[in-house]
C-alpha cells in the first residue's frame, strides 16, 4: 500500500528534476573527468560556449550583448503559444526591457522557448524576419526538429542542466554568431559541473532510453483515468515533464497542485489551458508511477472532486 496522508515531515520527494538527495554525495566523490568538454565541443563545432550558474544567467549573458534600451522589446514565442511562460524568463528580461508575446515594430530581439521539449514549429520563418533571436533550450537539452537544427537558428542558444542531469547548478550559453560576456562560474563550480555532467553523458543512450520508456509508461498508466498527452511526440522529442491534457477530469487544478505538493509530488498547471505537468525523467522507476497514479486518481475520486463537478 501507498500512504496518502503522512506526516508533513515524512514526506517523499518527487521533483521535475532528476535530482535527488542521494546524489549530493554522489556527485561530490566523482573525479575528475573532462569528457564534457569534448562532448561540447564536438556538439557545437568548437563555437563560443561557456558555462553559467543556471538558464537565467544565460539568457541575461545574451540579451547584454544587444545594448538593450528600457523602451526596447524583446518578444516571447513558444511552441504552444500559450500565454504561460516562466517567470524566471520573463523576470530576466524585465531587467534589461520590455516583453510581450507577439511580434511587432518595437520587438528588437526574439526569445524562443522551446516548450516542456518541443521545438517551436516555424524557426526558418523567424530567421527570415532578420531579428535578433535567442533560442531558450532549456528544457530542450536533447530534442530536435525534423532539421536538427534546434539551437543554431539563432545568435544564442541557452540551456539548464538540471532539468535533465541529477545536478543542483549549472547551465550552458552557446554562442553562434558572436562572443557573448563571460559568466562569473568559477574554477571549483566549473570542475564540479564538468565531473558530474562527463559522468552522465558518458551513458547517455542508457539513460535517455530509460527516460523514454519511462514517459510511454506514464502516458499509458494516466490515459486509464482520461488524461491524454498535451503535445505531440516523435523520436527526435525528449520531454522535461509529462504533460497531459486534463480533459475536464479535475475540476479544480490549483487544489489538485496543492493535493500533490502535499504528498512530495511537483506539479503544476499549464496556466491558460486545461493541462498540467508532472515528473517524468530517468531516476524515476515503475513503482514511482504507481504512487503518481494511486495520488492522482485518490483525488479525482474524491468527494471534493465530485462537489466540483
Partial sequence: MFVLHPDPFLLPSFRISPFRTSDMAFNNQLGNDDFAVGYFDKRFRKKHWQYTHNGREAIALALQNYKLNKSD????????QNFYISSCVTGTIAQFCNWNREITSDTKVILVNHEFGYPYPEMEKLVALGL?????????FFSQDEASKVGQYGDYAVYSFPKFFPIQIGGLLVSNKNEATKSLFDEMQTAYVQNVLSHYLKKESEWLEKRRTNFET????????????????????VPSALMLNNNAIVKDLNSFKVFLSQRGIQSSIFYGEEAFFLPTHQNLTTSDYDYFLECVGHFVHSTFNIQHS
Fill in 218 to 237: 506514464a502516458v499509458s498508466l494516466f490515459s486509464k483515468l482520461g488524461f491524454t498527452e498535451r503535445f505531440e511526440s516523435s523520436d527526435k522529442i
Fill in 73 to 80: 522589446v524583446v518578444t516571447i514565442l513558444t511552441t504552444s
Fill in 132 to 140: 535578433p533571436i535567442i533560442e531558450d533550450c532549456c528544457t530542450t
